[in-house]
């Protein structure tokens, strides 16, 4: 079992950045496939970003992609998401899961086994 720790979360001004970081204990992180999920009030909770145990292949949302870039750094045991260029669309809590299915990278939400508390990102126009 993994615990998960969101850390980085804020208030920025559109065009601003954020570094999100997720800290894992109680296992090895290298073990996992990672994903960052984000909920927006009334929204469904949707996959931002994920990246493969291994490094080596990663997925973004459309709606990021260009702007938002994960990397793992399983030394530290930690998972960053860096946001840049955010938008005022970007506002919400962000979660980090951990997926014990190594094979294929998954983007669904119950498909992921360990979960986050969550940190607030806010983009104010």
């Known amino acids: 079992q993994v615990q998960l720790v969101e850390s980085g979360g804020g208030l920025v001004q559109a065009g601003d950045s954020l570094r999100l970081s997720c800290a894992a204990s109680?296992?090895?992180?290298?073990?996992?496939?990672v994903a960052w999920f984000r909920q927006a009030p009334g929204k469904e909770r949707e996959c931002a970003a994920a990246?493969?145990?291994?490094?080596?292949?990663?997925y973004y949302a459309d709606s990021v992609k260009g702007r938002f870039t994960i990397s793992r750094d399983d030394a530290k045991n930690t998972v960053y998401l860096q946001m840049d260029n955010l938008k005022p669309e970007d506002t919400a809590v962000y979660y980090c899961?951990?997926?014990?299915?190594?094979?294929?990278?998954?983007?669904?939400?119950?498909?992921?086994?360990?979960w986050g508390q969550g940190t607030q990102v806010t983009v104010s126009s």
């Open positions: 899961a951990a997926d014990k299915f190594l094979l294929r990278l998954r983007v669904g939400r119950s498909e992921y086994d360990y």
């Open positions: 109680g296992r090895t992180f290298s073990t996992y496939n």
């Open positions: 990246i493969k145990w291994s490094g080596g292949y990663t």
